[in-house]
């Protein structure tokens, strides 16, 4: 049968156009959260972060929004490059406990040129 | 400056044997982190240090898993009598300081197959 887990959600866009990763977060206590991307054969790579009393934040060609209300995250990709094809994970981190990091399901996303 | 690295890369053990794998953090940085990937899932907390004290185990799946960091510095996962569901990516991750707000930066990983 089919292990859960061994396909991960997919996203295909095509070069250029604009890349929305959604996540659903599970901890209401988290405070802090972060989006990685990990390209193959790769450690999670850091791209933009936001804590938990801001519900946006731009960087570069990159916007993370916050919704604790419904504990979802998503990170908004402008003008999608080919480079950006990878798998994209959000984390969590809950204030008081260890600073460890709580992934969520991955994102793969492919762009086409 | 240089990264978080890993050794080895590629580790290949046959079931029961104890490999070791070993993580060499940012330098000057007092937390390390270490993770577990499974095949197409995200990676998975095992353990934290904040210089050479262990203040977090709690995701170490067995006690065949140990971790350590005796000089604050390098650390070493170390996993005895193999199994198969060990097989996974090790990733190590390590931030500047202690705040939840630290950046993690991760390692390339270990990828260990158990046959």
């Known amino acids: 049968g089919e292990s859960v887990g061994l396909h991960l959600p997919t996203l295909s866009v095509q070069e250029g156009d604009n890349s929305i990763i959604n996540c659903a977060y599970s901890?209401?206590?988290?405070?802090?959260f972060i989006w990685y991307k990990q390209e193959s054969g790769k450690g999670p790579q850091f791209i933009i972060d936001?804590?938990?009393?801001?519900d946006k934040r731009q960087g570069q060609r990159v916007t993370v929004l916050l919704n604790k209300t419904v504990k979802h995250l998503s990170l908004q990709i402008a003008a999608t490059q080919p480079g950006d094809s990878a798998v994209y994970f959000c984390?969590?981190?809950?204030?008081?406990?260890?600073?460890?990091?709580?992934f969520g399901k991955g994102t793969k996303l492919t762009v086409n040129p | 400056g240089a990264g978080v690295s890993q050794s080895p890369r590629y580790k290949v053990a046959k079931r029961g044997q104890d490999v070791a794998l070993r993580c060499d953090p940012i330098?000057?940085?007092?937390?390390l982190f270490w993770y577990q990937q499974a095949l197409g899932q995200g990676p998975e907390f095992l353990t934290y240090?904040?210089?050479?004290?262990?203040?977090?185990k709690s995701g170490l799946p067995s006690d065949r898993f140990f971790a350590e960091r005796p000089e604050g510095s390098v650390s070493t996962l170390k996993i005895q009598r193999t199994q198969q569901e060990d097989s996974a990516v090790y990733l190590c991750?390590?931030?500047?300081?202690?705040?939840?707000?630290?950046?993690?930066?991760f390692g390339p990983g270990t990828r260990l197959t158990v046959l």
């Open positions: 991750a390590s931030s500047s300081d202690r705040r939840s707000t630290d950046t993690q930066y």
């Open positions: 936001i804590r938990s009393n801001m």
């Open positions: 330098s000057g940085h007092v937390s």
């Open positions: 984390a969590e981190v809950t204030q008081g406990g260890s600073e460890k990091l709580v």
């Open positions: 901890n209401s206590a988290s405070d802090y």
């Open positions: 240090f904040q210089n050479e004290a262990q203040l977090d």
